[in-house]
Every structure is written in C-alpha cells, then in structure tokens.
C-alpha cells in the first residue's frame, strides 16, 4: 500500500494561489535586483575580458560544472551564433582527453560560483601551461580560480532567489546575462550586421525573416520586360512564357516605364487590342522595391498595394535588377 504523500506546507496569512504568486514574484524581484547590481558593478575587468575574447583567433572556450554549465552551454551557442567561435567543454572530460579541444589559438571563459570547483582545476592549469587567456565568472573574491585567471567578472552578492539560499538561481541568471553582455558588445564591437545574422541563421522563421529581396529576385533573362513600341500580339507571348503574371514595359534605355498585368489584360479587352502598343495598355510608374530590402518588406508592400509582383531597382535607378513574385515570398516562409 502506498504511503499517503505529505500535504502541502500553506502559508497561513495568504491563501494557496497567492502564496504562489508571491513566490514566483519574490524570485523575478530578487533576480532583476542581481542584474541591476551587475550592470552597476561593471568595470575596467569587463573591458579586459571584452579585450581578450575580441583579439582570439581561435574559439571561445566556455565551460562550467552542474548548472553553470547548463548556462555555459547556453552562451557558447550565443557567442557562435553573433560572429564569435565558441563550443562547450565539460570540464570532467576534459581532464580525460577533451584538454586537446583547446588551442593556444583559444581563450577560456570559465564558470564557477564558488570558485572552487574541482573540476575546473585540471583546465585551468592547462590555460597557464599555455598561455591560454582565462576568464572566470565567479561570485567568490580570492578564490583558487580568480588566483589563476587573467580576467575575473565578479557577480554582486545578491541572495539566491531559493528561499534556503542553496539552489544557483540568482547567480546563474546574473551569468547568463553577463554571458549575454559579453556576447552583445562582441557583436558591436565587430559591426556584426544583420546580414551576418542570416548567414548563421538560415534555418526556421528567424532565417527567413532576415532574407534580402535580392536573394530571391529572379534576374538575367528570367525578368519579363518588353519595349514601349512593341504590339500586343507580341507582348501577351513574353507574358506567357516567363509565367509572372505580368510584363515590364521599357524605353530604349531600359528604364522601366510601365508594367502589364493579366488584370491590365481583362481591363483593355477592345477589338483592336492586339495591335495596340505596350505603351498604350500598361500602367505607368509600378511598385518597385531595392534589392537590398528584407523581403518582410516586400510582403507588406504587396499586401498594402494589393499586387503579386515588384521590380527590384536600385536606388535613384529605373532600371530593372529583378523581379519578385509573392509565390517566392511565400516558398520562403515569409507571410
């Protein structure tokens, strides 16, 4: 038979549900106080760590035992992630072999709470043995690995949000977004853009959010343009054949004059129609978009406008570069 579990404590004063909220806000307070005291606590050793993980050629090794390094794990994959080489190394396997993940080429940032963590010991060394730039996250002054380390980045002492002060709450949030710092000035420092962001980011809504008109503008001979003068009847094949929708009417310069739509098409049906010239028929001065666009940007002009096609033009220029249909918009993922 099963023994009957131990009913819940309740606090007295407040009923069931409001002592749960008061917990839970209790730990955002006293979370939001620690990075406060961070952020007000930085100093001339952010600088240096900034320093030395902006001059490495190598990776950012991040490491830590326990939860730190569940947060070790999590700002490696930031760092990499901003245009800044990082993985992880648990530091129990590196003293079995893992020690030749790192180079000299590298630079350590470890984490510990105390300071003290065994585990680290053996990695700490091998940075000293070879001249490895060490950083250490700790909230303990004076301990064994702020002793070995080049730069230390002190956490405030600030309560764990743990009401017994024994689980890494506090602490571990107030490293994780030094870690996030750290990661954020890199990336600044850098002139990390955008674009970069995508390269590493191709996958997902977030890839796509971040792609360029120009990366999928169709070009070259693909674009359906046509001259002013050119008759109907020999317009409505080049609209057919490059399956858009549409034709870009153009001067004899190329600039684009013009554009006819299949609704352009339905609107002019007259007997002479195909005798008629581009010229006569096409809507003057269409949407165009710069290839340098986010294609976000090209959905929403196409909605507000209520088109399916855009040429993409320079900026100051006429002259066509591409074009656009909603359908490759909408292959991307992009709404």
């Known amino acids: 038979m ?16 409001a002592a749960d909220l008061e917990a839970a806000r209790r730990v955002f307070r006293l979370e939001s106080e620690g990075i406060s005291a961070l952020a007000d606590a930085l100093d001339d050793n952010f600088l240096a760590a900034l320093g030395m993980l902006s001059g490495v ?29 990082a993985h992880y190394v648990h530091p129990g396997e590196a003293s079995h072999g893992d020690l030749g993940m790192i180079t000299e080429d590298d630079a350590v940032l470890a984490l510990s709470n105390s300071g003290e963590t065994p585990e680290l010991q053996d990695l700490a060394e091998y940075t000293r043995r070879y001249s490895i730039p060490l950083i250490v996250i700790t909230s303990k002054a004076g301990s064994t690995l702020t002793e070995l380390a080049d730069a230390v980045l002190l956490l405030p002492a600030v309560p764990e949000a743990c009401p017994m002060g024994l689980a890494p709450t506090t602490s571990t949030t107030m490293s994780l977004a030094l870690g996030d710092a750290l990661a954020v000035a ?11 962001f995508r390269v590493l980011h191709p996958g997902g809504k977030l890839g796509s959010s971040l792609l360029r008109v120009s990366d999928l503008m169709h070009e070259d001979d693909a674009v359906p343009l046509v001259e002013a003068d ?70 929403a002009l196409m909605n507000e406008r209520k088109i399916t096609n855009l040429f ?8 066509p570069l591409g074009v656009l249909h909603i359908h490759d918009l909408l292959k991307a993922g992009i709404t």
């Open 230 to 299: 050119i008759a109907m009847h020999d317009v409505i094949p080049v609209m057919s054949e490059k399956r858009f929708g549409c034709v870009g009417v153009i001067d004899h310069s190329g600039d684009l004059l013009g554009i006819i739509t299949d609704g352009d098409l339905r609107r002019t049906l007259v007997e002479n129609l195909l005798s008629r010239s581009a010229s006569d028929v096409m809507t003057q001065s269409p949407q165009s978009i710069k290839p340098q666009a986010l294609a976000a940007e090209a959905v």
């Open 2 to 17: 099963t023994a009957p579990k131990n009913p819940p404590v309740k606090d007295e004063t407040l009923g069931g549900g």
């Open 57 to 85: 050629t190598g990776r950012v090794i991040v490491t830590g035992m326990g939860k730190s390094g569940h947060i070790a794990r999590k700002i490696a994959a930031t760092l990499a992630s901003t245009g800044s080489p």
């Open 186 to 196: 890199l990336l600044e420092r850098k002139g990390f853009s955008a674009q970069d």
């Open 312 to 319: 993409v033009m320079a900026e100051g220029s006429r002259k």
